[in-house]
């Protein structure tokens, strides 16, 4: 009998693949994110290697529904507040980390630049609540 | 039980250690992390100095930073492996599991055969440590472990499973007790499932595969069974079908572009349009459009798909003359140097793909998933790789050579013969293109039905705005280098590629007929959808 309700379950579980929506996932305990450079204030000269930290989570391929696991966003000089119910934009202002990268050359205009991470969900969507690193500030010579 | 696991171990090493007994070395109990790759020399076979640089990088990048992150020490490195002790198997175990984690989104990008993928062994051990060195039966196990896993798995000991199994939330498939090459005791062996979820996965694996044939049986008895019994009241099965279809046939379907009937101006006549697209809609979907792809997909074996290609209805596509322009501009740097490009004549979809379009595709299993949404409205959510997958199924069922356009062709065909920053000129104008703030609606959560806006010189909808479109071309920062002969650019790192236009949740500098971004090749994001082009 055990077998029908879960044939049962299956089926109807089949037919409403719409219906299971993957928003709002709570982070993973003690995440933490965060730039293993650059550093908040560093002067860099000309492009470079920007490596992502993430601790206590996974990194997968966006589209995997792994629990306790994401993919990262690099955020350039965005000033408004992170929408938490959409997923995180996609312009030259929110880069896409979704094949699971750590790392991304960066070349930006000389002058301030903020930089910030969000880790996205599988869908996109920021975690709830939002695991955001620290928003640091790099100067571009 | 840690005591018992020091006992066991401490006891075989007095047995059975073949190292010098001077009482002087320093023994310890530690986590040993034994790491390898999997086909290291196929690999150097393959691409020997590549295969070295990545290896390099990523034990730099990736091994190192990790073992130092979960306070373990990277005790000695060999060409393909790597072993590292821990105080705390909980650490120890995590750091396998982050390196596995990752190496999975640095391989995600790489064809199946370069990929570099670890094995990892983790045991609780006695040992000797030295400077650079250790030794022991416990490290013995470890890289034993690593030898019987599966290429990107942890496999674990007792010893150490029983330390954590409480404390990290992880699954854990007791895979027995496995003997191992020259150690007398068998060893009790793990496999870590990262996602608690997947354990679930493997214990059930069978039963799910009954469950999942059982329902599949059934959908297929059950919509085969819908299938005879819906049209029986006017005649047999077989021919309803084609008298359904008759109507439509020589019409829209296997009609060239030029031959279909003149499509009404959105913004004149919207109702008509809108009723036109309506009424042949049931043709393409008989079932109702709500249902759900589990009750589609069977029914499309057994449905009498005698001429598949007479069925199908082709994009519109607008024929564009062939000719030179100027591409790129200098609004970005990603847009330099503006260049001249010649085009040879071609075809372009005068809308992006719609969901009725590509649910066709889906229906004929031949795209990955049932997109959701308006009949009309512009395909969203696919990946460079899902587009590619549609032209594929498109160019063989039509016997055409449907192919994507490439990024010349899209710029060329966005601009319909101008040369400013929007092809209405220089200024945004509202009520042209369906970007943030361009339109006087408010922003809506879906892009709008296909053909809302006004199209532009060369009749095509939505270049600019709606979704952003992807092209062939692989992505290159700016075009030093590029192609002018119009022919896509796919030489250098096509790991993400080309998309064109600006979606409905950019802003205006996004609709620029010259702005171009890119996106991981095999990642979907909702705004991202495409358009086909044919040679003639």
């Known amino acids: ?61 966006a589209g995997e529904d792994y629990q306790n696991s994401g993919h990262h966003h690099l955020l350039i000089d965005v000033n408004e507040p992170l929408e938490v119910n959409e997923p995180i934009p996609q312009d030259k202002n929110h880069l896409h ?18 930089l910030q991470l969000v880790l996205g969900d599988t869908k996109h969507f920021p975690f709830s609540p939002p695991l955001v690193s620290e928003k640091i500030t790099v100067t571009i010579k | 039980m840690r005591e018992k696991v020091r006992d066991i171990n401490s006891a075989r090493n007095s047995t059975r250690s073949n190292v ?44 190192e930073p990790s073992i130092a992150e979960h306070h373990g020490r990277l005790v000695k490195t060999t060409g393909d492996g790597f072993f590292a002790i821990f105080e705390s198997p909980v650490e120890a175990v995590r750091c396998g599991v982050v390196i596995q984690q990752n190496m999975v989104g640095r391989n995600a990008s790489l064809p199946r055969d370069h990929r570099i993928e670890y ?44 330390q954590i199994k409480h404390k990290l939330v992880c699954g854990y498939e007791s895979l027995g007790d496995r003997k191992v090459k020259n150690i007398t005791d068998p060893v009790r062996v793990y496999r870590v499932l990262p996602d608690p979820a997947a354990f679930n996965k493997a214990r059930k694996r069978r039963e799910n595969i009954l469950i999942f044939l059982l329902s599949f049986v059934l959908f297929v008895i059950a919509s085969s069974a819908l299938w005879y019994l819906l049209p029986q009241s006017p005649g047999k099965p077989r021919d309803q079908a084609s008298t359904r279809l008759s109507p439509d046939v020589p019409r829209p379907l296997l009609g060239k572009p030029s031959a279909q009937p003149a499509q009404p101006s959105p913004s004149a006549a919207p109702a008509t349009q809108e009723a036109a697209r309506q009424d042949r809609l049931p043709v393409l979907v008989p079932p109702a459009p709500k249902q759900t792809p589990s009750q589609l997909q069977p029914a499309a074996p057994v449905a009498p798909r005698t001429q598949p290609a007479a069925t199908l209805r082709e994009p519109e596509m607008n024929m564009l003359p062939g000719g030179a322009f100027m591409m790129g501009s200098n609004d970005d740097s990603s847009e330099k140097p503006v260049h001249q490009v010649t ?11 719609s969901v009725r379009e590509w649910n066709e595709c889906a229906a004929a299993k031949a795209c990955a998933f049932v997109a959701t949404g308006r009949d009309d409205a512009p395909v969203t959510n696919v990946s460079w790789s899902d587009a590619r997958q549609f032209v594929g199924w498109l160019a063989g069922a039509t016997r055409k050579p449907y192919r994507l356009p490439t990024e010349a062709e899209w710029e060329y065909a966005a601009r319909g013969g101008t040369q400013t920053r929007y092809w209405w000129g220089d200024e945004l104008r509202p009520g042209m293109a369906n970007c943030k703030g361009c339109a006087d609606v408010a922003a809506v959560e879906q892009p709008a039905r296909s053909g809302s806006f006004r199209p532009n010189p060369f009749g095509l909808y939505d270049m600019g705005g709606a979704v952003d479109q992807w092209v062939e071309d692989c992505w290159h920062k700016n075009y030093g280098g590029a192609p002018t002969d119009g022919s896509a650019w796919v030489e250098g790192d096509c790991g993400s590629h080309v998309i064109r236009s600006g979606s409905w949740k950019n802003d205006a500098r996004y609709v620029r007929t010259a702005n171009r971004d890119s996106y991981d090749t095999s990642v979907r994001y909702p705004t991202h959808g495409f358009r086909v082009a044919l040679s003639p």
Request: proline fraction near 6%.
């Open chain 1, 1 to 61: 009998m055990k077998i029908v309700r879960l044939v049962v379950l299956a089926a109807a579980l089949a037919l409403l693949p719409s219906a299971v929506q993957a928003q709002g996932k709570s982070p993973g305990k003690d995440a933490l994110l965060y730039f293993i450079w650059p550093q908040n204030g560093t002067t860099i000269k000309g492009g470079f290697w920007c490596r992502f930290g993430l601790r206590n989570m996974g990194i997968t391929h």
């Open chain 1, 97 to 114: 980390f979704g094949a699971g990268q750590t790392e991304a050359r960066i070349e930006l205009p000389p002058g301030k630049h903020t």
């Open chain 2, 20 to 63: 010098s007994p001077g009482a002087v070395t320093p023994r310890r109990l530690a986590a040993i992390v034994a790491g390898d790759i999997s086909g290291y020399s196929r690999l150097m076979q393959l691409d020997e100095e590549g295969t070295h640089a990545r290896v390099k990088r990523i034990q730099r990048d990736l091994i």
């Open chain 2, 119 to 162: 094995r990892i062994g983790v045991n609780l051990g006695d040992v000797i440590i030295e400077e650079d060195d250790i030794y022991g039966d416990g490290v013995n196990i470890a890289s034993r472990l690593e030898s019987i896993a599966e290429p990107g798995q942890v496999f674990i000991s007792g010893g150490i499973y029983e």
């Open chain 2, 343 to 353: 085009i040879k004549p071609f075809a372009i979809s005068r809308y992006p793909i």
